[in-house]
């Protein structure tokens, strides 16, 4: 599958971003779909998850509360709704897709094989 991400950009902390994904050449309904990201000097971290089957989703503990992720199955996207953004939250934002059954329990991307470009949300304080 190909990914597009967009939807990043600069925002005062306590707004609100909603970043996107668009997919082609696959149906996101086959795959586990997460939103990684990484900040400067910092490993990528996963921060949210949701199963090819559309009901079960991950947060990490950091956006737990504060972000949601979403599919459209119509429009073959994926979405991560950001809210309460904190200076933390500032990073490049990247989707990616795993058809790998183990990618919606350990959470890695080590099992996610195809990934969209990234998106920087930077969050002022």
């Known amino acids: 599958v190909q990914l597009q991400a967009s939807g990043g950009g600069l925002v005062q902390a306590g707004g609100s971003l909603r970043l996107s994904c668009a997919a082609s050449?696959?149906?996101?309904?086959?795959?586990?779909m997460g939103w990684f990201r990484q900040a400067p000097g910092k490993e990528r971290e996963v921060v949210a998850t949701?199963?090819?089957?559309?009901?079960?989703?991950y947060y990490s503990d950091s956006v737990k509360g504060r972000f949601t992720i979403s599919r459209d199955d119509a429009k073959n996207i994926l979405y991560l709704q950001m809210n309460s953004l904190k200076p933390e939250d500032t990073a490049v934002y990247h989707c990616?897709?795993?058809?790998?059954?183990?990618?919606?329990?350990?959470?890695?991307?080590?099992?996610?094989?195809?990934w969209g470009q990234g998106t920087l949300v930077t969050v002022s304080s």
């Open positions: 949701i199963y090819k089957n559309g009901r079960i989703t």
């Open positions: 050449g696959a149906t996101l309904r086959s795959y586990t």
């Open positions: 990616a897709g795993s058809t790998n059954a183990a990618a919606h329990i350990v959470r890695s991307s080590f099992y996610y094989k195809d």
